[in-house]
T-cell receptor
Framework: SQELEQSPQSLIVQEGKNLTINCTSS?????LYWYKQKYGEGLIFLMM?????EEKSHEKITAKLDEKKQQSSLHITASQPSHAGIYLC???????FGTGTSLTVIP | KAGVTQTPRYLIKTRGQQVTLSCSPI?????VSWYQQTPGQGLQFLFE???????NKGNFPGRFSGRQFSNSRSEMNVSTLELGDSALYLC??????????????FGPGTRLTVT
């Protein structure tokens, strides 16, 4: 089975600060998804990365896939309270998801 | 367009009972996947249905089963409930098979508590 490890497990930042969440796979990544989850609710699709070196941005969130390192990173610029939640990465088949990173943004 | 709906939203059951959860996908979506989410194990894949057929299955015991109807609505059943089955059960729909790399739209989940 494929394991996806996310780091850090939790993050508390001041509003306006930049932050990065990492997702590392135990096997070669053939695509990766990023989702956001509000506590106790369903997941919201953020981005899908399919090729090594691919980088996508949506508003203040940028995600990149580095297949050689079997890793993806999610970067948030100038964080806002609305960014708070749990961020999860999922491998291409969406059978396996990461352990999740809990983000708190302090106003 | 209505999102993915799951019913019921909350459920309390006793050990040994069985439970059926329902999921209505977004109109036009033919694939439905089910996941179990717990604090200890995180988000775990249960199964994926496409066109009324189970296409993929996660590593869960046979007590967990599901089905998909011709209108793409799906049900998940858990028999002989155990305390460890307490979890948030999420279903997700996609236009075609999510396992073929298509984004999924998740429902709000059903919170199951087994006492």
């Amino acid at each position: 089975s494929q394991e996806l490890e996310q780091s850090p497990q939790s993050l508390i930042v001041q509003e306006g600060k930049n932050l990065t969440i990492n997702c590392t796979s135990s096997k070669t990544l053939y695509g990766l998804y990023w989702y956001k989850q509000k506590y106790g609710e369903g997941l919201i699709f953020l981005m899908m990365l399919q090729k090594g070196g691919e980088e996508k941005s949506h508003e203040k969130i940028t995600a990149k896939l580095d297949e050689k390192k079997q890793q993806s990173s999610l970067h948030i610029t100038a964080s806002q309270p609305s960014h708070a939640g749990i961020y999860l990465c999922g491998e291409g088949n969406q059978f396996y998801f990461g352990t999740g990173t809990s983000l708190t943004v302090i106003p | 367009k209505a999102g993915v709906t799951q019913t019921p939203r909350y459920l309390i059951k006793t050990r040994g009972q069985q439970v059926t959860l329902s999921c209505s996908p977004i109109s036009g979506h033919r694939s439905v996947s089910w996941y179990q989410q717990t604090p200890g194990q995180g988000l775990q894949f249960l199964f994926e249905y496409f066109s009324e057929t189970q296409r993929n299955k996660g590593n869960f015991p046979g007590r967990f089963s599901g089905r998909q109807f011709s209108n793409s609505r799906s049900e998940m059943n858990v028999s002989t409930l155990e305390l460890g089955d307490s979890a948030l059960y999420l279903c997700a729909s996609s236009l075609v098979r999510a396992s073929d790399s298509y984004e999924q739209y998740f429902g709000p989940g059903t919170r199951l508590t087994v006492t």
